[in-house]
């Protein structure tokens, strides 16, 4: 039906309008010190304790690792679910029309970068080893796959599984509500912003304090831990290609170069620094499948990944709801006596404990996409990448492992970071080189995901003032200094212990996430109310010249409500 103003008559026709954007509240100078000191303070504290009696720090982990596993592995189903769900909604809904950063914002970014910094920031050092760890070590133990398909296929499709669209979606939905409330909230991008305003008023500045803390100490634990073992893998791979010992020596001069090429990225800024490292991660990560898929076992590899992709797609929602029933039947005494214990249920607290700060850096590069685009964004488009990378290093993994009596098999039972380089090693002409490129990238990934914590933890300490390039060189060499006094006095022992301990730490934050989608919705269903309303008055027939006229939030001057 064609409108009055399509008519010719002059008649101004229908238009949607945005909501203006909130201040964010100041926060106390007392609450400011809090989170500033006492972080550090928590941190130096646990850091002694493990390495003093690293047994004992051990077995507390273990145990509480057992609580989780054999009590709340249905609460992590129901997360994940939920997190799929909001996502879903978010894209398919009105809401998705809203523009991060109101409607006259524009993306900062372009698509490739953008795309690049997401992979970067997300999974890109922990696909590029997991790729192949994953499907050797899940091959012969597959649950709920079996039935279906080739066993040798069930650890990829589990593969594609918990580092595809599920994992995607719970960093998205945290990194939807930290992006809303800063860009077109106008509040601090940090987790209290986007969690305290659903709760009541006498209790959000105690909560606001807790929430922040645990966002601090899970990320500056997770990018130390992870900054410890990136050593050790880029030690794993200069030791396939060079002959050099891997060691204490090496481990520390690897810490001390990752952690300088860091600090000068993150001096750089994202546009001079984390972009252009991420772009050249796409790249060199796209010539390095191409080689594995063009001169190892293409044939296989195009056949495995027909069958995985179906099977992915027909096990999708048994894989979703699996709980492993019969072993939550008895307590377990062990959470090593649990299949979830190993896999899901622990990589599902992996995500939710790097959650701050990789959503936090996804929010922070996202202004100016519509929700709509930035939930296909950020769950879509890098699934079917994780898909496309580990079907064609997991299948070429499975192949050679096959072809050589299960040699990458007992690699992998050995070092799990040596599967990837030994499956490399066999892939005919360019082996060699493409041992170089993955060391590379081992080295520039984690750059970019340090790089990336770093960002989101500076805005986190200096909310809501800005953070400077040296202060954000300042956090890398404490996140570089925890990690080479975990390494050089406990050893990989202790890295494995505080890590896991981060890990575990995902169990109350889950409670924070489901808090900040709570708050999401209830601030999308009152900004819907008010965006009709004003929809209502903009388009009355009674027009007057003055509701032509905009602020710069792309309302109506004349019909403007302060909030």
Same mark, same amino acid.
């Given at each position: 039906?064609?409108?009055?103003?399509?008519?010719?008559?002059?008649?101004?026709?229908?238009?949607?309008?945005? /909501?203006?954007?909130? =201040?964010? =509240?100041?926060?106390?100078?007392?609450?400011?010190? &809090?989170?500033?000191?006492?972080?550090?303070?928590?941190? #130096?504290?646990?850091?002694?304790?493990?390495?003093?009696?690293?047994?004992?720090?051990?077995?507390?982990?273990?145990?509480?690792?057992?609580?989780?596993?054999?009590?709340?592995?249905? /609460?992590?189903? #129901?997360? $994940?679910?939920?997190?799929?769900?909001?996502?879903?909604?978010?894209?398919?809904?009105?809401?998705?029309?809203?523009?991060?950063?109101?409607?006259?914002?524009?993306?900062?970014?372009?698509?490739?970068?953008?795309?690049?910094?997401?992979?970067?920031?997300?999974?890109?050092?922990?696909? &590029?080893?997991?790729? !192949?760890?994953?499907?050797?070590?899940?091959?012969?133990?597959?649950?709920? &796959?079996?039935?279906?398909?080739?066993?040798?296929?069930?650890?990829?499709?589990?593969?594609?599984?918990?580092?595809?669209?599920?994992?995607?979606?719970?960093?998205? !939905?945290?990194?939807?509500?930290?992006?809303?409330? %800063?860009? @077109?909230?106008?509040?601090?991008?940090?987790?209290?912003?986007?969690?305290?305003?659903? +709760?009541?008023?006498?209790?959000q500045r105690g909560a606001g304090v807790i929430v922040e803390l645990l966002a601090i100490?899970?990320?500056?634990?997770?990018?130390?831990?992870?900054?410890?073992?990136?050593? /050790?893998?880029?030690?794993?791979?200069?030791?396939?290609?060079?002959?050099?010992?891997?060691?204490?020596?090496?481990?520390?001069?690897?810490?001390?170069?990752?952690? *300088?090429?860091?600090?000068?990225?993150?001096?750089?800024?994202?546009?001079?620094?984390?972009?252009?490292?991420?772009?050249?991660? $796409?790249?060199?990560?796209?010539? +390095?499948?191409?080689?594995?898929?063009?001169?190892?076992?293409?044939?296989?590899?195009?056949?495995?990944? $027909?069958?995985?992709?179906?099977?992915?797609?027909?096990?999708?929602?048994?894989?979703?709801?699996?709980?492993?029933?019969?072993?939550?039947?008895?307590?377990?005494?062990?959470?090593?006596?649990?299949?979830?214990?190993?896999?899901?249920?622990?990589?599902w607290c992996w995500v939710i404990a790097f959650s701050p700060f990789v959503a936090g850096?996804?929010?922070?590069?996202?202004?100016?996409?519509?929700?709509?685009?930035?939930?296909?964004?950020?769950?879509?488009?890098?699934?079917?990448?994780?898909?496309?990378?580990?079907?064609?290093?997991?299948?070429?993994?499975?192949?050679?492992?096959?072809?050589? @009596?299960?040699?990458?098999?007992?690699?992998?039972?050995?070092?799990?970071?040596?599967?990837?380089?030994?499956?490399?090693?066999?892939?005919?002409?360019? *082996?060699?080189?493409?041992?170089?490129?993955?060391?590379?990238?081992?080295?520039?990934?984690?750059?970019?995901?340090?790089?990336?914590?770093?960002?989101? /933890?500076?805005?986190?300490?200096?909310?809501?003032?800005k953070s400077g390039p040296w202060f954000r060189v300042i956090l890398v060499a404490s996140?570089?200094?925890?990690?080479?006094?975990?390494?050089? &006095?406990?050893?990989?022992?202790?890295?494995?212990?505080?890590?896991?301990?981060?890990?575990?730490?995902?169990?109350?934050?889950?409670?924070?996430?489901?808090?900040?989608?709570?708050?999401? #919705?209830? =601030?999308?269903?009152? =900004?819907?109310?008010?965006?009709?309303?004003?929809?209502?008055?903009?388009?009355?027939?009674?027009?007057?010249?003055?509701?032509?006229?905009?602020?710069?939030?792309?309302?109506?001057?004349? %019909?403007?409500?302060? %909030?």
């Amino acid at each position: 039906m064609s409108t009055k103003a399509e008519q010719g008559d002059g008649a101004r026709p229908p238009r949607t309008v945005d /909501l203006p954007r909130f =201040r964010g =509240r100041l926060i106390p100078p007392v609450d400011r010190a &809090i989170i500033k000191i006492l972080p550090p303070l928590l941190i #130096i504290g646990l850091v002694i304790a493990v390495t003093v009696n690293p047994d004992g720090a051990a077995n507390v982990i273990s145990e509480l690792r057992t609580f989780v596993t054999s009590g709340f592995t249905w /609460l992590f189903v #129901i997360y $994940s679910l939920i997190a799929l769900a909001v996502c879903a909604w978010l894209a398919f809904s009105r809401v998705g029309k809203v523009r991060l950063g109101g409607p006259r914002a524009k993306p900062e970014h372009g698509n490739f970068a953008w795309y690049s910094m997401l992979f970067a920031c997300g999974q890109g050092i922990g696909l &590029i080893f997991w790729s !192949v760890a994953e499907p050797i070590m899940l091959r012969d133990e597959s649950p709920v &796959i079996a039935p279906q398909a080739d066993a040798s296929g069930g650890g990829i499709v589990w593969s594609y599984f918990h580092w595809g669209l599920t994992a995607w979606a719970m960093y998205c !939905v945290v990194a939807v509500c930290l992006a809303y409330s %800063h860009h @077109n909230l106008g509040k601090t991008l940090t987790f209290r912003e986007a969690t305290v305003d659903i +709760l009541p008023k006498k209790t959000q500045r105690g909560a606001g304090v807790i929430v922040e803390l645990l966002a601090i100490i899970a990320t500056v634990l997770g990018l130390a831990t992870s900054f410890g073992f990136a050593a /050790l893998q880029f030690t794993s791979g200069l030791s396939s290609f060079t002959g050099l010992a891997a060691g204490p020596g090496l481990w520390i001069a690897v810490i001390v170069g990752l952690g *300088g090429l860091t600090a000068i990225s993150a001096f750089l800024g994202v546009n001079k620094g984390m972009k252009r490292i991420s772009e050249a991660n $796409s790249i060199l990560s796209i010539v +390095l499948m191409a080689a594995v898929f063009v001169f190892g076992p293409t044939i296989y590899i195009i056949s495995n990944i $027909s069958e995985t992709f179906g099977s992915f797609f027909y096990n999708f929602i048994p894989m979703s709801f699996w709980t492993d029933a019969p072993a939550s039947a008895a307590p377990i005494e062990s959470w090593q006596d649990s299949w979830n214990g190993w896999w899901t249920v622990f990589i599902w607290c992996w995500v939710i404990a790097f959650s701050p700060f990789v959503a936090g850096f996804i929010a922070r590069i996202s202004r100016g996409r519509t929700i709509r685009e930035f939930v296909i964004g950020v769950t879509v488009i890098p699934s079917l990448i994780v898909m496309i990378w580990i079907g064609i290093l997991g299948s070429a993994a499975v192949y050679y492992d096959d072809q050589t @009596n299960r040699s990458i098999s007992e690699d992998v039972a050995a070092d799990t970071s040596s599967g990837l380089f030994a499956m490399l090693g066999m892939v005919p002409v360019v *082996g060699g080189l493409l041992l170089v490129v993955a060391t590379i990238l081992v080295a520039t990934y984690y750059v970019t995901s340090l790089d990336s914590g770093t960002y989101a /933890l500076a805005e986190f300490v200096s909310a809501p003032n800005k953070s400077g390039p040296w202060f954000r060189v300042i956090l890398v060499a404490s996140i570089a200094a925890v990690a080479l006094i975990l390494l050089s &006095i406990g050893g990989t022992a202790v890295v494995d212990t505080v890590q896991t301990g981060t890990i575990i730490g995902a169990f109350p934050f889950s409670f924070v996430i489901l808090l900040m989608i709570a708050n999401l #919705i209830r =601030r999308l269903r009152k =900004r819907n109310k008010e965006v009709k309303r004003l929809e209502k008055e903009v388009n009355d027939p009674a027009y007057r010249p003055e509701d032509d006229q905009l602020d710069a939030d792309g309302l109506p001057v004349a %019909h403007r409500t302060e %909030h």
